[in-house]
């Protein structure tokens, strides 16, 4: 980054700024945000957040039942590392840095009303994200 400043459109940047070097470290996913979208037998889960060394192996979900249900199969694991590969390949994910946008859909057998939260972590080469729900 450089710095440029300026003042009623005069630039006024000190003479010999020196550039300084931040360097920041890699670090497990961060989730910003989850929703949790329901229909019919269909459940989609949305997570955004973003990954420092732009990789992801996996993603788990762990579902809750609403109150009264019970679920067979609460929690799913499933591997993400392909597509978020060919999410950090294209060159338009370079705009976006590490940020991403996951949706993973979910086929019941029974009707999606079922389910009350989702609670979602991620994992990339460095670590596991913290917990992350929606209702």
Do not use: H
């Not at 269909?42 to 762990?62: H, L, P, Q």
């Not at 609403?66 to 993400?80: F, K, R, Y």
């Amino acid at each position: 980054m450089t710095l440029d400043l300026q003042a009623e459109g005069q630039d006024v940047t000190p003479a010999g700024l020196q550039p300084v070097a931040i360097v920041v470290p890699n670090s497990p996913p961060t989730i910003t945000s989850i929703s949790l979208a329901r229909s019919g037998d269909t459940i989609k889960v949305t997570v955004e957040g973003y990954s420092s060394t732009r990789d992801m192996s996996s993603a788990v979900f762990t579902f809750t039942p609403a109150v009264g249900q019970s679920l067979s199969d609460p929690s799913v694991t499933v591997d993400v590392s392909s597509e978020f590969s060919d999410w950090y390949a294209q060159e338009t994910s370079l705009q976006y840095g590490s940020a991403f946008t996951y949706t993973q859909t979910f086929n019941l057998s029974s009707d999606a009303s079922t389910v009350g939260s989702v609670s979602v972590t991620m994992t990339n080469s460095v670590g596991t994200s913290s917990a992350g729900t929606a209702n």
